[in-house]
Structures are given as C-alpha cells and as structure tokens.
Nanobody, 120 residues
Framework: QVQLVESGGGLVQVGGSLRLSCAASGRFFRVNVMAWYRQAPGKQRDLVAI???????NYADSVKGRFTISRDNAKNTAYLQMNSLKPEDTAVYYCNAAVTTTNYDDINYWGKGTLVTVSS
C-alpha cells in the first residue's frame, strides 16, 4: 500500500508561479520514476513531466522551458515548479509514481490530484 499526496495547487494569475509537491508514503522497496500528469475539464489526462530516480527529465512540449520537475529521493518527494503560467495550464494535476513494492512487484500509483487554476 502506497499513497501519493499532492499539495501546492491553487489559484494564480496569468504569468504567475506555483510549486506542486508529491510525497510518497507507505511501505515499498523503492520509488522509481515519478511523473506529473494533468487533466483539464473534458480533456484526457496528459503527461506533463517525468523524472527518473537518477534525475533525468522529460517534458511535454507545452510546458518545456516553463516547468521544472525535481525530486528529493531522501524524502520520496517530487516537485513541479511552474512558472509563466497560462490559462491553458488550468487543470487537475496528478502525481504518478512507479513503485517497487516489498514483494518486488512494480506497480503504478496515482495521487488524488490537486487543482491549479490560472485566471486571466
């Protein structure tokens, strides 16, 4: 059993910044890749950014240069620094993590999501 808890969402104006956090807790062997997804109303859930345990990152083209994903392995926590926010960034942001359990199974977990609203 693993829980991913997001925090940091809220209302921000166009051009503003916001930092999201995702903390993994529970019993597991290790947290592997972590990622942020987002889902706007009426839209599918899309990948925003991913980061490996070694710190390698990839970003969706729509956020490249504006968002930065990072992680603190000691805290099993991932972050998403969002700058120069646009109205189209408005969405529920979900944390995702690939976890190796204590039984050595690889399982994908999702957080409950945190809402980011960018107002114009």
């Amino acid at each position: 059993q693993v829980q991913l808890v997001e925090s940091g969402g809220g209302l921000v104006q166009v051009g503003g910044s916001l930092r999201l956090s995702c903390a993994a807790s529970g019993r597991f062997f290790r947290v592997n890749v972590m990622a942020w997804y987002r889902q706007a109303p009426g839209k599918q859930r899309d990948l925003v950014a991913i980061i490996t345990s070694g710190g390698s990152t990839n970003y969706a083209d729509s956020v490249k240069g504006r968002f930065t994903i990072s992680r603190d392995n000691a805290k099993n926590t991932a972050y998403l620094q969002m700058n120069s926010l646009k109205p189209e960034d408005t969405a529920v942001y979900y944390c995702n993590a690939a976890v190796t359990t204590t039984n050595y199974d690889d399982i994908n977990y999702w957080g409950k999501g945190t809402l980011v609203t960018v107002s114009s």
